[in-house]
C-alpha cells in the first residue's frame, strides 16, 4: 500500500444522490439535535446547538479544543444529561434514557481514550460488543454462535487483527488499539456510529485503511459522525461538517463552504 | 496428628470457597466489597436457625442460607451499586460494621455475643455428616461444584459483560450493557454462595458467634484472593491454603516469641501483600506479573 495518504475520491466517495450516500440534501435525518444546552455550573459548554445528522453520510464536528464536542457525543449517548434541549433518535426522544438503553436502540460510539476492555482479548473484545441483549449467555444454539463467530472473523481479517485475536488489548500497538476500538463498533448493529477522533495518531497506511473502511460501512448504510481536527482528514472523509466553538454551532454545510470561510478558519486556528 | 491436619483441610476448603467466592466479584467485576463475612455469617447463622428448628439437612439448610445473604446483599447492592466502585467499598464497610453490631444484638436469630450453641450434625438425605473426613468431603465437593459454576459463568456472555465493566464502566454502557443490574446480579451470586461457606462451618464447629463475621474476617479474604491472584481458579484456592497454613507454620518456628504469633502473622499478612503490590501486583497465580488480570 502506498505510503502516501489517500483522497476520499480515490477510495471510492460515493457520488452523489446514489442510494444513502452522496448528497446531503434530501436524506432522512436519523439524529435531531434540538436546541441543546448544557451549563457545567458557570461554564456554558453547549450553547442551544441545533444540527441534523442525516443517513448514510459522513459528517464531521469540527472546531478547537474545547469547543464542546465531546460533551455534544456525551450528551447524545446518554453519558450526560443536557441541561435543556432534546435529542430525537429516529423521531424518538432519547433524553432521560440510560446509556445501555441508547446504546441498544442503535447509536454505538467511540472515545478519544479507546477505554478499550484492556485485559480481554481481542476477539473477547469484539463478542462482548455482540453480546449487549444477553445475560448468561447467546441464544440460539450452535448456528447463531457459528454465525457470530464468522462476524468476528470477517471484523478481524477486514481490520487486519486476525494476527492479534487472543492478544489482550492491553498488548496492542497503538495503531492496533484504534482498529480494535472501529473493530468494536463494526460488531454492533448500531445504525449510527458517533466517533470521538478515530484517526489520530494512524500512520498513512493505518490510516488509508481505516478510510477505506469507513466508506465501505457507509457504503452498506451505517450514518457516521466524526470528531476530527485534522484538516487533512476532515477534507478527505467528509461529506457535511458541522463547525462549533465555545459551545455553539457556528456553521453547518457542504466541507468546501465551511473550510473556505476566512472567520471559521481564523476562529480554527485562534487568529480571532 | 490427623485429626489436626483433618481440621486444617476443612478449614481450608471452607476459606476456599470464601476467597473464590469473594474472587468472582474482585477478579471478574473488579467490586471490591469489605462485606464477605456478613454473607459468611448470614450463611452460618441461617443454617444454624433452620437445622435447630426446622431441619439438619443439607438440601434444605443450604438453600436456605444462599436466599437470606442473596436477600441481603441486594439491600446493599442496589443502592451501591449504582455509584462508582470506591463507593462500594466504603458501603460494604459500612454494612460490615452495621452487620457485626446486629449479630452481637440480635439475640434471638445470633444468640448474641453468646453465639449460638449445639447445632445439630447436618444430614444429606437423612445420612447424618458428622465426621472430619466426611465434613473435609463434602466442603471440598461444595468447593469444586462452586468453581465449576464459577468457570463456567466467566466463560459466557455474562462473564464477559463482567470483564468488561471491570476494565472500562463506560464502555461497557456504551456497549449496551446494563452495568447496574449486571453488577448487582453478581454481587447477590457471590454472596449466596459464601453462605455456602457460612453454612459448612456453621455444622463443622456447631458453635458459632460475631467473633467469626467480623470486618477481620472480610480483610482475611480480600487477602487470600489478592495475595494468591485475582481473576484466576488458582490464586483463591492457594491464598487461602497459604494464610490458613501460616499461624500453624509459625508455631512450628521455635524461635520466634509464641506469644506474639498472632502479631507476628499480622505483620507477614501486611507485608506479603506490600510486596506482591509492588512487585506481582496480579497475585502469585497471575499470569501476567506486570498486574494483568
Known amino acids: 500500500?502506498?505510503?502516501?495518504?489517500?483522497?476520499?475520491?480515490?477510495?471510492?466517495?460515493?457520488?452523489?444522490?446514489?442510494?444513502?450516500?452522496?448528497?446531503?440534501?434530501?436524506?432522512?435525518?436519523?439524529?435531531?439535535?434540538?436546541?441543546?444546552?448544557?451549563?457545567?455550573?458557570?461554564?456554558?459548554?453547549?450553547?442551544?446547538?441545533?444540527?441534523?445528522?442525516?443517513?448514510?453520510?459522513?459528517?464531521?464536528?469540527?472546531?478547537?479544543?474545547?469547543?464542546?464536542?465531546?460533551?455534544?457525543?456525551?450528551?447524545?449517548?446518554?453519558?450526560?444529561?443536557?441541561?435543556?434541549?432534546?435529542?430525537?433518535?429516529?423521531?424518538?426522544?432519547?433524553?432521560?434514557?440510560?446509556?445501555?438503553?441508547?446504546?441498544?436502540?442503535?447509536?454505538?460510539?467511540?472515545?478519544?481514550?479507546?477505554?478499550?476492555?484492556?485485559?480481554?482479548?481481542?476477539?473477547?473484545?469484539?463478542?462482548?460488543?455482540?453480546?449487549?441483549?444477553?445475560?448468561?449467555?447467546?441464544?440460539?444454539?450452535?448456528?447463531?454462535?457459528?454465525?457470530?463467530?464468522?462476524?468476528?472473523?470477517?471484523?478481524?481479517?477486514?481490520?487486519?487483527?486476525?494476527?492479534?485475536?487472543?492478544?489482550?488489548?492491553?498488548?496492542?500497538?497503538?495503531?492496533?488499539?484504534?482498529?480494535?476500538?472501529?473493530?468494536?463498533?463494526?460488531?454492533?448493529?448500531?445504525?449510527?456510529?458517533?466517533?470521538?477522533?478515530?484517526?489520530?495518531?494512524?500512520?498513512?497506511?493505518?490510516?488509508?485503511?481505516?478510510?477505506?473502511?469507513?466508506?465501505e460501512e457507509v457504503k452498506e448504510g451505517i450514518t457516521v459522525c466524526i470528531i476530527e481536527h485534522n484538516l487533512d482528514i476532515v477534507v478527505n472523509i467528509s461529506d457535511r461538517i458541522a463547525f462549533l466553538d465555545q459551545g455553539k454551532l457556528l456553521a453547518d454545510g457542504e466541507p468546501q463552504a465551511i473550510l473556505n470561510d476566512p472567520a471559521l478558519a481564523a476562529i480554527y486556528f485562534g487568529e480571532r | 496428628m490427623t485429626a489436626y491436619i483433618l481440621n486444617l483441610l476443612v478449614l481450608i476448603s471452607v476459606y476456599a470457597i470464601l476467597s473464590t467466592t469473594l474472587n468472582f466479584i474482585i477478579g471478574y467485576a473488579g467490586i471490591f466489597s469489605l462485606a464477605h463475612a456478613v454473607f459468611f455469617g448470614i450463611g452460618g447463622y441461617t443454617a444454624a436457625l433452620v437445622a435447630m428448628n426446622v431441619t439438619p439437612e443439607f438440601f434444605v439448610a443450604i438453600p436456605v442460607a444462599m436466599a437470606a445473604a442473596a436477600v441481603t446483599s441486594l439491600l446493599l447492592a442496589l443502592p451501591a451499586l449504582r455509584v462508582r466502585g470506591e463507593y462500594f467499598v466504603a458501603a460494604s464497610l459500612g454494612l460490615q460494621v452495621l452487620a457485626v453490631t446486629l449479630f452481637s444484638e440480635w439475640k434471638s436469630f445470633t444468640g448474641g455475643i453468646g453465639g449460638v450453641i449445639g447445632i445439630p450434625a447436618v444430614e444429606m438425605l437423612g445420612y447424618p455428616i458428622y465426621k472430619p473426613w466426611q465434613f473435609l468431603l463434602m466442603s471440598l465437593i461444595c468447593l469444586v461444584i462452586i468453581i465449576g459454576i464459577i468457570r463456567i459463568l466467566v466463560h459466557t456472555s455474562f462473564g464477559r459483560s463482567l470483564k468488561a465493566i471491570r476494565d472500562s464502566e463506560s464502555a461497557a454502557l456504551a456497549s449496551g450493557k446494563n452495568v447496574t443490574v449486571i453488577k448487582t446480579l453478581s454481587v447477590v451470586l457471590s454472596s449466596a454462595l459464601a453462605a455456602v461457606a457460612g453454612a459448612l462451618y456453621a455444622f463443622y464447629m456447631s458453635f458459632i458467634n460475631v467473633q467469626s463475621f467480623m470486618l477481620d474476617t472480610s480483610v482475611l479474604v480480600m487477602a487470600m484472593v489478592i495475595i494468591g491472584g485475582t481473576a484466576t481458579i488458582l490464586g483463591p484456592l492457594l491464598g487461602a491454603a497459604l494464610l490458613m497454613l501460616m499461624p500453624s507454620v509459625l508455631t512450628y518456628l521455635s524461635f520466634l516469641p509464641q506469644t506474639e504469633i498472632g502479631s507476628i502473622q499480622q505483620i507477614v499478612y501486611g507485608m506479603a501483600m506490600v510486596l506482591l503490590m509492588i512487585f506481582r501486583p496480579g497475585g502469585i497465580v497471575s499470569s501476567h506479573p506486570g498486574g494483568g488480570k
Do not use: C
Not at chain 1, 460515493?14 to 439535535?33: C, H, K, N, R
Not at chain 1, 465531546?70 to 444529561?81: A, C, D
Not at chain 1, 460488543?129 to 441464544?139: F, I, K, N, V
Not at chain 1, 468476528?152 to 492491553?170: C, F, P, S, W
Open chain 1, 1 to 215: 500500500m502506498s505510503e502516501q495518504l489517500m483522497t476520499a475520491q480515490e477510495i471510492e466517495k460515493p457520488a452523489p444522490g446514489s442510494g444513502f450516500t452522496g448528497s446531503t440534501d434530501g436524506q432522512d435525518v436519523l439524529l435531531e439535535i434540538t436546541d441543546l444546552s448544557k451549563n457545567f455550573g458557570g461554564l456554558q459548554a453547549i450553547n442551544d446547538v441545533s444540527l441534523n445528522l442525516r443517513a448514510g453520510i459522513i459528517t464531521t464536528l469540527v472546531g478547537p479544543n474545547g469547543a464542546g464536542k465531546t460533551t455534544l457525543f456525551n450528551m447524545i449517548t446518554g453519558h450526560i444529561s443536557p441541561s435543556e434541549g432534546d435529542v430525537s433518535w429516529q423521531g424518538e426522544s432519547v433524553i432521560g434514557q440510560a446509556p445501555w438503553r441508547i446504546a441498544r436502540a442503535g447509536i454505538a460510539r467511540t472515545f478519544q481514550d479507546l477505554r478499550l476492555f484492556t485485559h480481554m482479548t481481542v476477539e473477547e473484545n469484539i463478542l462482548t460488543m455482540m453480546e449487549s441483549g444477553s445475560w448468561l449467555w447467546q441464544s440460539g444454539g450452535k448456528f447463531r454462535k457459528a454465525k457470530r463467530l464468522d462476524k468476528v472473523n470477517q471484523i478481524l481479517e477486514r481490520t487486519g487483527l486476525t494476527d492479534k485475536r487472543h492478544t489482550r488489548a492491553l498488548d496492542l500497538a497503538y495503531a492496533e488499539r484504534k482498529f480494535l476500538s472501529l473493530a468494536r463498533i463494526m460488531a454492533t448493529d448500531s445504525r449510527l456510529w458517533l466517533l470521538d477522533e478515530p484517526a489520530s495518531g494512524l500512520d498513512p497506511n493505518s490510516y488509508n485503511l481505516f478510510l477505506r473502511l469507513l466508506r
